[in-house]
Nanobody, 115 residues
Framework: QVQLVESGGGAVQPGGSLRLSCAAS????????MSWHRQAPGKERELVAR????????NYADSVKGRFTISRDNAKNTVYLQMNSLKPEDTAVYYC????????WGRGTQVTVSS
């Protein structure tokens, strides 16, 4: 059974940091590109960051460049999103996604940035 389980979300003040994790199981993780997406209330889901299957290439939404870093550990079947200098507009539910011969989504983790 395929599972993507996000963790690490929470409430943080502006300027703070969080590290999200997404643990994968039920498929061959190292064959899949991984990405983080987010959806704020009343808005469409958007791509935040993506990493290739080997970790050799990454790309980011303009809104998070220089503040967020995506990484992966294929030995642990886990993808991470380090989020620094958080802003209120980063508040959203964050989802991880796996893309390969099929696509899979996690259930999301809430991130709230507020003073």
């Amino acid at each position: 059974q395929v599972q993507l389980v996000e963790s690490g979300g929470g409430a943080v003040q502006p300027g703070g940091s969080l590290r999200l994790s997404c643990a994968a199981s039920g498929f061959t993780f190292r064959w899949y590109a991984m990405s983080w997406h987010r959806q704020a209330p009343g808005k469409e889901r958007e791509l935040v960051a993506r990493i290739t299957s080997t970790g050799g290439s990454t790309n980011y939404a303009d809104s998070v460049k220089g503040r967020f870093t995506i990484s992966r550990d294929n030995a642990k079947n886990t993808v991470y999103l380090q989020m620094n200098s958080l802003k209120p507009e980063d508040t959203a539910v964050y989802y991880c996604k796996a893309d390969g011969v099929a696509s899979y989504w996690g259930r999301g983790t809430q991130v709230t940035v507020s003073s």
